[in-house]
Structure formats: C-alpha cells, structure tokens
C-alpha cells in the first residue's frame, strides 16, 4: 500500500516539476530584459526532463500532456471510491418507544444508517440508533427492504450490531485509525435526514478526542474528529478512506443548532469491529476490565496513577500496587486515563497483555490476562 502512496506522491511532484520548468522557460522568452531562448530549445528540453521523469517514476506520458487535469482525475477518484463502498452502506428506518413532551411514551420514528459487516447479514450500527427499537427496516444500496433484528448492543461504545436475513451481501473493508494522519482526506457515506446515499467529504480533524459526553457506562473515548458534514441520520454510517476503507463509524456531531456546524465525530474501527465480533459471538460486548481505580497523577511521570487495587482482578493477582504509574499497556504509550480506557475496549477478555509500571524510581514490566467487567463494577 505505501508502495504505490509513494508512486503516486512522485507523479505529483513531477508534474509539478515540469510545469514548473515549463513556465520559468516560457517567461525567459517572453519578457523584455531576459535572456532570450529559442522555443524550440525549450520544446527540447522539456520533453527531456519529461522523458527523465517518465523514467523514474514510471508515469505515463499522458500525464504530461495539455489539458489532462488532476481536477477531473481527483473528481474521478472520489466518484469511484463511492460507487465502491455504497453497496456495504445501508440506510435504516427505526421505530422505538419514546417519551413525549408530557412524558407520555409512544411510538416513534427515527432514522440512522449502518455498515455491512459480514456477507451473511450481520450489519454495524451505533447504539443510540438500534438500541431499544421496537422495528428497524433496513434498506439496501439497490432500494431492497429488509425486516432486521437486534443481534446486540454495547452503550459503553455507543456500537450495535443488527441482522438481515440476507445472503451474498458486500462487507465493507476495515482499516486501524493508527495508519491513518491528521489531514488525511475522508468521506462521510449515510442517510442525513433519512435522504439515502449521501456522501461528503472532508479530512480528519484530529484523533484520539475524549469529549465531555458520557454513555450509560463508560465515558466514550478515542473518537476521530472529521469535518466532513455529518447530520442526524448519519450515525451509524461510516467514514472512509481514499482506498475506500472504513476508519470509523460516524456517531455524533457538536453543534448548537442540532445540526452540522464542521465539528463531527466517529467511533475508530479498531474499538467498532472488536466490540462486533464480541456481540456476534456472545450476544454482548464482553468489556474486558484490569480492576484498578485511576487518581489524579502530580508526579513528574507520564501516565496513569494507580490510586486503588481491587482485590482478586486481574490487576491484583499479575502484582501491581497501590501508588504505581503505568506507563505503557501493551506497547501503547500512557498519558491519560483517556489512554488506558482506549487500549482495554480495543482487547478481549481472556487476553494477555503486558503492562510498563513506574514504581520507586525503576521501571518494571508484568503480564496480566484480562477478565470480563463485572456487573457491579459496571453500575
């Protein structure tokens, strides 16, 4: 894949090169006080340093030629990535009990949109769209309708995974938020106001955001920021990049109107594929838990601060202490509580992982297997 990113990157570079030296020997014969080049010793050398280009970096010398514009070839790109990922984007339709103004329930009607995760129907979605639906009918890229079910829901992640009863569907393909950068260019596919199909474009903003934004459990961490247009009906739907892959499922915007004002936000896949195939195989997310409390760290050392050890978890029994700043998990770096939180959601129960302490002046490595969150901790 980085091969040909940098094949690509080189062909920029080139044409602009050339162009470059192009318009630098165009203005040497055209104004007064220059020194003057016959313009058939500029044709000869610019289409030496065209063959010179071609040479290195493969290009086809079409590329060169007047009139071929990147414009049209990005607008070409961009037109094909979507064709290539619609079929794995679906649009859903909700019906699920709500309170009214009167605080009366009743029926109610939504809508939201979701990602194809398995050929056989199994289908990603955002909590906060699927949980608690009375009804959800899914509606496929080529307009079929589908009766689904809940297959399982996790509030800690805002993630739900809903089934079709449907064969030789188009999965769409995943890729980790760690190979993606800041700047990177992405595109939003979903069902804004339940208008189907709806692509916009944008970079990504920033990455591991910890918003002031509390689920029913857990604080929802390690979301991608974008500020392609994401609106109500969106959740659910993903957010891709320029190989057409799934980085993240869009969940939520910040915007006093309600609606997009620039400042969106989704769910990375690394914690959205691991939190489905938990609910695929379980029927629930089994959110693993090491059994620490985190204090406030005013030591001088990055990390998180172990303010308490419960007793009998997995952080107890691998023989981590009270007062300990761990520092890595599992190679990661540690800063924040945030930090920690992210790294366990993306693991599974039943896990090794190894652990980097801070503790007296030396640094110390354990190893320790993860276990299921009990219900009570989880209150």
Avoid: W
Avoid at 83 to 92: G, R, W
Avoid at 101 to 119: I, K, M, P, R
Avoid at 138 to 155: H, I, M, Q, R
Avoid at 220 to 229: E, F, W, Y
């Amino acid at each position: 894949m980085s091969n040909n990113k940098n094949i690509k990157i080189k062909k920029y570079v080139s044409v602009l090169i050339v162009a470059a030296l192009s318009s630098a020997l165009f203005a040497a014969t055209s104004f007064s006080g220059c020194i003057m080049i016959k313009p058939d010793v500029v044709a000869e050398q610019v289409e030496k340093f065209e063959k010179k280009i071609e040479e290195v970096t493969d290009a086809p010398k079409e590329l060169f030629k007047p009139g071929n514009s990147y414009l049209k070839a990005f607008n070409s790109e961009v037109s094909s990535l979507v064709e290539k990922v619609n079929p794995s984007v679906v649009a859903l339709t909700v019906t699920a009990m709500r309170e009214d103004f009167f605080g009366n329930a009743a029926l109610a009607q939504g809508v939201g949109s979701g990602v194809v995760y398995t050929e056989d129907g199994f289908i990603i979605t955002n909590n906060h769209v699927a949980g608690g639906a009375v009804e959800l009918l899914v509606t496929l890229s080529d307009g079929s309708n589908y009766k689904a079910s809940v297959t399982g829901t996790s509030p800690e992640t805002d993630i739900a995974v809903i089934k079709i009863d449907a064969e030789g569907l188009k999965p769409a393909s995943f890729a980790s938020i760690e190979e993606q950068r800041v700047g990177d260019f992405v595109i939003a596919i979903g069902s804004p106001f339940g208008i189907q199909q709806t692509v916009t474009t944008g970079i990504i903003s920033g990455k591991n955001r910890n918003i002031p934004v509390a689920s029913d459990q857990l604080r929802i961490v390690d979301l991608i920021q974008t500020d392609a247009a994401i609106n109500p009906g969106n959740s659910g739907g993903p957010l891709i990049n320029i190989y057409g892959e799934v980085i993240g499922i869009n969940t939520l915007i910040f915007s006093p109107s309600g609606a997009s004002a620039g400042i969106g936000f989704a769910i990375p896949t690394d914690t959205a594929t691991n939190i489905a195939g938990q609910i695929i195989k379980y029927g629930e997310a089994r959110i693993p838990f090491i059994g620490v409390q985190m204090g406030v760290n005013d030591t001088e050392i990055p990390g998180v601060y172990i303010q308490e050890i419960i007793a009998d978890t997995p952080a107890s029994k691998a023989g981590l202490q009270k007062g300990d700043i761990m520092v890595e998990f599992n190679g990661a770096e540690l800063k924040t509580p945030f930090d920690l939180l992210t790294q366990i959601i993306r693991q599974n129960c039943g896990d090794i992982v190894s652990i980097k302490i801070y503790r007296n002046g030396a640094y110390l490595d354990f190893n320790l297997q993860l276990e299921q969150c009990p219900a009570e901790i989880k209150r």
